[in-house]
């Protein structure tokens, strides 16, 4: 059963910086575009940044310049540097995991991890 498995998540003030991880099981890790989304207090999921197979990477307006996205497909890993981190980068963070085989999308969520930053 495929598992992601995310970390890093805390309570932080304006200006600080948190690291988040997120481990994959019983994946083919490598064939997999990569993602971190968000989700704050009543408002939908968005993507903040993505990297795919080959190391193409894309990021949120919002969070340009202050988050790194990176892999380690040895690891089965994908990881979120957050700096300069402001109070509406509150919310919860989710892993997500893509690929598409022919006509068939495969897709998964880790659980989320909170990341709070107070003013």
């Known amino acids: 059963q495929v598992q992601l498995v995310e970390s890093g998540g805390d309570l932080v003030q304006a200006g600080g910086s948190l690291r988040l991880s997120c481990a994959g099981s019983?994946?083919?890790?490598?064939?997999?575009?990569m993602g971190w989304y968000r989700q704050a207090p009543g408002k939908q999921r968005e993507l903040v940044a993505s990297i795919d197979t080959g190391g193409r990477i894309n990021y949120a307006d919002s969070v340009k310049g202050r988050l790194t996205i990176s892999r380690d497909n040895a690891k089965k890993s994908v990881y979120l540097q957050m700096n300069s981190l402001k109070p509406e980068d509150t919310a919860v963070y989710y892993c997500?995991?893509?690929?598409?085989?022919?006509?068939?999308?495969?897709?998964?969520w880790g659980q989320g991890t909170q990341v709070t930053v107070s003013s």
């Open positions: 019983a994946i083919a890790f490598s064939f997999y575009a």
């Open positions: 997500n995991a893509v690929r598409y085989l022919f006509s068939r999308k495969d897709e998964y």
